[in-house]
């Protein structure tokens, strides 16, 4: 055997044994996954059979944020922030993104319906769905199901939701929903005073594709936001889908938002589960 060959040989030996020693660490990476999606129904079982009784159900939306944000902020800030959330409780899991959620009426379009690519559902639709994935969450023997709404529209609608499921569950004590308003609330009140603080006026930090709203999804992920373009987003105003001024935004800033929404977050939900016997 030529020396090229003994070569090729040897390379060839040592990739296999690491393919085969790096395969059970990818896999087990896998397995320790917060994400519903990243588990086998075995591993999901065991997880529940180990403690694992909340689970976390992240509703986010498909939604014009004016012409620097991607349609899918919601459901990127959600599962990220879901994720983070899950792993600060512990013994939790993150169901996947709900990406279709009330946005108002689609004929004649209203509000973000006006603008390409908003997808909306009726608040029926909305009830009907979280009802469901409770029902079958509680099937598969988690005891907390908790809503993560990041879109304020449907807030209400998230609690209603919730209180239906409560009432039907009454005789079951063990089993129980929660609309978790302190999530989003975060992201309005502790966050905006915070920005306040940093001398921003609320002008500019906007209720909607502004520099909060937008400073947020540079923190998650900054591929979803159009950086040359947020000063179009702040000329356009309302009538191109922004309600305040997106062009000081940061990742920095956003990042600041994401620690107070976690934070709040999983003080509310041992505050939550804690409430009601198990």
Not at 86 to 103: D, F, R, S
Not at 148 to 163: C, F, I, M, R, S
């Amino acid at each position: 055997m030529k020396f090229t060959d003994l070569g090729r040989s040897l390379w060839l030996a040592i990739a296999i044994l690491l393919c085969h020693s790096l395969a059970p660490a990818a896999a087990q990476g896998a397995s320790n996954s917060v994400y519903l999606e990243d588990l086998t129904s075995p591993e999901l079982r065991a997880r529940v059979a180990q403690g694992t009784r909340t689970v976390l159900v992240p509703i986010g939306g498909t939604e014009q944020s004016g012409p620097h944000i991607a349609l899918g902020k919601h459901n990127a800030r959600v599962k990220y922030l879901a994720g983070q959330i899950a792993q600060k409780l512990g013994n939790t899991i993150v169901a996947p993104v709900l990406a279709y959620v009330p946005e108002g009426a689609i004929f004649p379009p209203v509000a973000h319906m006006r603008f390409s690519g908003t997808l909306s559902i009726s608040d029926a639709t909305f009830i009907a769905i979280l009802e469901s994935t409770a029902k079958s969450f509680k099937q598969h023997g988690f005891q907390d199901i908790v809503f993560l709404g990041d879109h304020g529209g449907y807030q209400k609608t998230e609690v209603a939701a919730a209180d239906k499921i409560n009432r039907e569950w009454k005789a079951e004590p063990t089993f129980r929903a929660h609309a978790l308003t302190a999530y989003y609330e975060a992201s309005q009140g502790p966050y905006i005073q915070w920005l306040r603080s940093k001398g921003y006026s609320d002008a500019e930090i906007g209720m909607h594709a502004g520099l909060s709203d937008t400073s947020l999804m540079l923190a998650v992920d900054k591929s979803l936001v159009r950086s040359a373009l947020l000063a179009d987003g702040a000329k356009g105003g309302p009538a191109a889908g922004v309600y305040g001024d997106p062009r000081r935004s940061s990742a920095e800033l956003g990042q600041a938002g994401l620690q107070l929404i976690v934070d709040k977050s999983v003080q509310a939900i041992q505050a939550a589960i804690q409430s009601h016997p198990h």
